[in-house]
């Protein structure tokens, strides 16, 4: 059989695949419309990701990982060499002098927070030049009146916003630059923000202006959803920690839990002790059964994030071409794996997220609703049926119920996942009636 009867063969079999699972014929080919001009960004990503698999599998290689690193310890974890290795690994794939790799750190919000923590002394200020820092940020560093924040132990807070169209008050960092500043906290990026994400050679422009100015100071990048997009992480550019989260991108979906931080050593010695306890440090901590999935997740992680990569671009294309404002658009380069796409109206965010929802290997008969949600001002609903709590490196997504009315979309162990979920959305889009035809 020829190759070309081969693939139209394969395409009338998917074809039935999708109408099984409820995807129309007009969604299906709408869709595949919209990936024929998506070729040459996909060969992109997946350059990407092979180059990112390479400094991997080298990492792994050369720090010599062996079957012994993945059994594990348990009491005091002394002499851990799964996770003793697994720290050099990360430092290897970083580029940095040393890292913490642990299931003691509990999310991404809590590695940020050791990172300050044990990096800062009373006295000492915090600069964020890039504008409000995540949410949950505001607790940790005191924004926000909270128990146990750097404020109250007088650790005090700057902040430079971002100008209009989103590049750094270079007149203005400078200026916030005191004698106290001791630390630079830049978040990659933009998280459930509307200001662009930063790429990698941004912050080491960022990071070399202030290193000109003040080499002293601690550049601390806030690298969640941002590992494994680019070749170049932000330690390759002078940060001194890079920092986040084992259910976004490093954990590969595998991680069920945990957080990093990968750096300088003496950042990296600074933030063990305070992880575990003065004297301690690195050398306790238990790593019970959890090494092997912190390895091949690691391995896995940059194909996965590809997907994910790929479904971000799929959807910015589909929803611009029916209209729609999205962030980054369906041209623009990527620097984290976030898609926003503002609809204007509360029913198509809650559709959004239940077809997110109906699209998942877990949970998928469960019609999420908006609510409450400690620390939102507004409702909000979710969509995450992943075999990981909360994991957003899973097919997930999020939208407050509240003007302008945008849905936060991430997500993807594979991209045949993300594209289902995506036509999965177009697909009630179009059965509630709530976008009109759909024509290209
Ligand atoms: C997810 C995230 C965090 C916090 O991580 P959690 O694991 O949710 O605590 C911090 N910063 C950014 C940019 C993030 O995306």
Not at 382 to 409: C, R
């Amino acid at each position: 059989m020829s190759s070309q009867t081969e693939s139209n063969k394969n395409k009338i079999s998917l074809d039935s695949r999708y109408r099984e699972l409820g995807i129309s014929e007009e969604v299906y080919r709408f869709g595949e419309k919209i990936l024929d001009g998506l070729r040459e960004r996909f060969a992109r990503i997946d350059e990407i990701a092979e180059w990112n698999q390479l400094k991997v599998l080298q990492a792994m290689q050369e720090n010599r990982v062996s079957e012994a690193c993945l059994y594990g310890t348990s009491g005091y974890g002394y002499n851990d060499l799964g996770r003793e290795t697994l720290e050099r690994v990360y430092a290897s794939v970083f580029h940095t002098e040393d890292a913490l790799v642990r299931p003691q750190i509990t999310c991404g919000t809590h590695a940020l927070a050791l990172a300050l923590m044990s990096n800062l002394r009373p006295g000492d200020e915090l600069l964020s030049p890039v504008g409000k820092p995540y949410d949950t940020l505001e607790e940790v560093i005191g924004i926000r009146q909270s128990k146990g924040s750097l404020r109250e132990y007088g650790i005090m807070y700057r902040q430079v916003e971002l100008l209009s169209d989103g590049s750094f008050d270079y007149d203005q960092i400078e200026k916030a630059l005191s004698e106290r500043t001791r630390l630079v906290t830049i978040q990659r990026s933009k998280g459930y923000q509307t200001r662009p994400t930063f790429s990698v050679d941004q912050i080491g422009e960022l990071i070399s202006f202030i290193k000109t100015r003040r080499p002293d100071v601690l550049c601390m990048v806030d690298n969640c959803y941002g590992e494994f997009v680019e070749t170049k992480e932000p330690s390759d550019v002078g940060a001194d920690m890079v920092v986040g989260s084992l259910i976004k991108n490093p954990g590969g979906g595998l991680a069920p839990i945990g957080g990093y931080i990968a750096g300088k050593r003496e950042c990296v010695e600074n933030a063990a002790y305070r992880l575990t306890s003065p004297g301690l440090g690195k050398e306790v901590g238990a790593s019970l059964s959890i090494l092997p999935a912190f390895y091949q997740g690691l391995f896995l992680a940059p194909t996965v994030t590809a997907s994910a990569l790929k479904g971000a671009v799929f959807a910015a294309n589909i929803y611009e071409k029916l209209g729609f404002d999205v962030l980054p658009d369906s041209k623009q380069s990527r620097h984290d794996i976030i898609q926003a796409v503002t609809f204007h109206e509360p029913e198509m965010v809650i559709a959004f997220c239940q077809a997110i929802q109906a699209a998942a290997p877990v949970d998928s008969f469960v019609l999420p609703q908006p609510s409450d949600m400690p620390g939102y001002d507004s409702q909000v609903i979710m969509a995450a049926g992943a075999f990981v709590s909360g994991s957003s490196i899973e097919l997930s997504a999020d939208g407050p119920i509240k003007p302008p009315y945008t849905v936060f979309f991430q997500g993807g162990l594979t991209w045949q996942h993300a594209k289902f979920g995506i036509l999965k959305t177009l697909q009630s889009f179009v059965e509630k009636r709530l976008i009109k035809e759909l024509f290209l």
